[in-house]
Nanobody, 122 residues
Framework: EVQLVESGGGSVQAGGSLRLSCVAS????????MGWFRQAPGKEREGVAT???????NYAESVSGRFTVSRDNVMSILYLQMKSLKAEDTALYYC????????????????WGQGTQVTVSS
């Protein structure tokens, strides 16, 4: 059974930083594209960052230069380091696995975590 468990969300002031983690199990983590998505209240879910099995990354334009996605294939953990946070980054952040096309625009995840809330106050 695939399990994706996110952690690291919280409330921060604008300009602050957070690091999200996603512990994965039930599949061969090192072989698949992984990604982070987010959904703000009243908005559609959107891709934030993806990382392929070879380490190739892709970012949404809105977070490029501020967020960094990485993975630990030994421990099967996906990370999202978020810096210079803005109020518009407030959302429920989801970890996703096995995206197929490994981009924030075209990726269609096979499995999802339950999400971790990030709230940025201005």
């Amino acid at each position: 059974e695939v399990q994706l468990v996110e952690s690291g969300g919280g409330s921060v002031q604008a300009g602050g930083s957070l690091r999200l983690s996603c512990v994965a199990s039930g599949f061969t983590f090192s072989s698949v594209c992984m990604g982070w998505f987010r959904q703000a209240p009243g908005k559609e879910r959107e891709g934030v960052a993806t990382i392929d099995s070879d380490g190739t990354t892709n970012y949404a334009e809105s977070v490029s230069g501020r967020f960094t996605v990485s993975r630990d294939n030994v421990m099967s953990i996906l990370y999202l380091q978020m810096k210079s946070l803005k109020a518009e980054d407030t959302a429920l952040y989801y970890c996703a696995s096995d995206l197929g096309p490994c981009t924030v625009d075209a990726g269609t995840p096979l499995d999802w975590g339950q999400g971790t809330q990030v709230t940025v106050s201005s």
